[in-house]
């Protein structure tokens, strides 16, 4: 994959490239717990599912730090190279890749010592306790394998290996499906056995996903970029920030319902073991949903962080619209089913007696009821991690899983026991979804902002063939009119080159008079009475005649180079007699003057008004003395502009226009 091809060619042909693979990717992944679950249900009993699913939240955890570190990696690989910053890139991906080896071996530490205690934490019970010890100490032996496995997955996907990434995925998945009817069914190892056909299909995708990292197109990983660095790492697990809360709030949020279950499921009907297992069914069941709406979703990434970082705003705004509109199709088809086929769902992972399919029936209709907002919650929060801001892609999950969720719940179970928690998460959805479009909103305005500045841009850039050759555009200004900023910006506008500050140099190496003098002295005349005695008497020039002599000499070689704009120094005199020079004089009244010199030139407010008289009273010496014309007279200026009433910005816009439109023959003053 070329770079340049994310930044031309079809956005639907780009999504098409990036997400079907990356929507493979993530529902292998999120198969295969669901795969564990179905065998587990049917080989074991729904409590084994149960026990699964009090072990699923160290998983997430898990699986949280490895997508902070692989998204966040993959945003900064894609953004650097739309900014066409290689090495940086390649610093990026080595200590994303780093930080990931680094947790995975701490997390399977702490996971294999406290286990037991862990489980507590996530609302297990004394049914469960066994079955969950048995899965959950096998699964944290390939917490570094699953995490670092995955972690690479997303760095090759935005390295443009999306069917590489894929390949490692299905692998492993088609191992643990498997191992899973050998170890369940032949071998009859129980729960024990669903975790390690698990760990066995994450290593086979943790090998090859290794393997390929010899094998980057965009870029290349040695010895050299292998070097942690903490200000890099950080960098790259905030871009992944939103993945990470993502992933933890599904943690935060299994925790809490386990808990309220344990507690109010002995007021209910239903118990604690069966809301518990069911839940857990369901909430993966959804992982399906999330899962292609992810992989859509992530699947833009590099798109949208490749055009964004080249600037390419309307590319931006197209790539987001088609993901919209693709993850709120799937939406809407999956409420539907969740809404009209219920039983048949539930019943994939198992049979159960009539309560267990009445609380299975209810979860799916109540809990999912606006599954169809996901296709713009969830995008959302992806959209504004890929683009670089972490934060509001944060505070978009956050919102719902926590901030909404959470407080419901409690709420809602001590008025309603278990079912209050199933009530809960409707709410958070419709509040959520208000967060997302409130955010996207704004963040489209801004958007076409920028895509109107970019065509603004353009415009100059093709403006830029449409200036003459070796046009000269001189300023004289007032000082405090902002006259050098506005030159500075034509000289942008134009694609041109701007003397001013440089010219110092220029005229020193000229007249051998030192830099110093030359900015302290080159809008002075010092012509008082013993000075002119001392130039008669030596038959010599004064300094201030070699500076002007010299500034003469530089400023008409440099008008023979090519087109630019000559900021000051008597130019428009020196190149009265040079066709295509263009004369302009800026001015400002004496109340913004004051402004400026105060705001940028650090004068104080208080003699600001004596020093800006001084130093322009100092210009106009100068220029009469040398020219022998008035500096203020706007017939020596072929426009003249009060910078006040336009501003900057516009004034510079305005010439611009000018230089382009104006001739030889029809010079006058605009004044």
Known sequence: ???????????????KKFAIPCIISLLVNALYNIVDQIFIGWGVNYLGNGAT????????????????????????????????????????????????????????????IFLPQLINIFGCTDALREYALSYGYIIAMGIPFVMVGTTLNSIIRADGSPKYSMASMVTGAIINIILDAVAIFVLKWGVMGAAVATIVGQFVTFLMNVLYIRKFKTISINKENLKFEFKTAKTVSMLGISSFITQMAIVVVISVQNSLFRVYGEMSRFGADIPITVLGIVMKMTQILISIII??????????GFNYGARKFDRVKETLKTVLILSTVVSVVAFILFQTIPETLIGIFGSGDALYNEFACLTFRIFLMFVLFYG?????????????????????????????????????SSMYNVMGVIYAQPVADILAIIISITLLVIEMKKLGKEVQNNRTEVAYEESKREVANNVIITISREYGS????????LAKRLGIKLYDKDLIQIISNKSGLSATYIENNEQNI???????????????????DKLFIAETKAIKEIAETGSCVIIGRCADFILRDKENVINIFLYSSEENKVKRAVQYYGLQEKTAVSEINKINKSR??????????NWKDLNNYDIAINVDSYGTKETADILAEFVNNISKETKGVIA
């Open 482 to 489: 902002g006259g050098r900023y506005v030159g500075e910006l």
């Open 620 to 629: 106009e010496k100068h220029y009469n003395y040398y020219t022998q014309r």
């Open 376 to 412: 713009i919650q969830i995008p959302s929060g992806i959209f504004f991690q890929a683009i670089g801001k972490p934060t509001k892609s944060a505070f978009i999950t956050l919102s719902r899983q926590i901030l909404f969720f959470i407080p419901a719940a409690i709420i809602l």
């Open 1 to 15: 994959m070329e770079n340049s091809n994310l930044g031309t060619e079809k956005i639907s042909k780009l999504l």
């Open 295 to 304: 992989g859509i979703s992530a699947g833009s990434q590099p798109i949208v």
């Open 53 to 112: 699913n009090i072990i699923f939240p160290i998983t997430v955890i898990c699986l949280s730090f490895a997508l902070m570190f692989g998204d966040g990696t993959s945003a900064y690989l894609s953004l650097k190279l739309g900014e066409n910053k290689k090495k940086e890139a390649e610093k990026g991906v080595a200590n994303g890749i780093i930080i990931s080896v680094i947790t995975s071996i701490l997390l399977c530490i702490v996971v294999l």
């Open 526 to 544: 010092h012509g008082n009475l013993l000075s002119s005695f001392n130039t008669q008497y030596y038959n010599n020039l004064s300094n201030d």
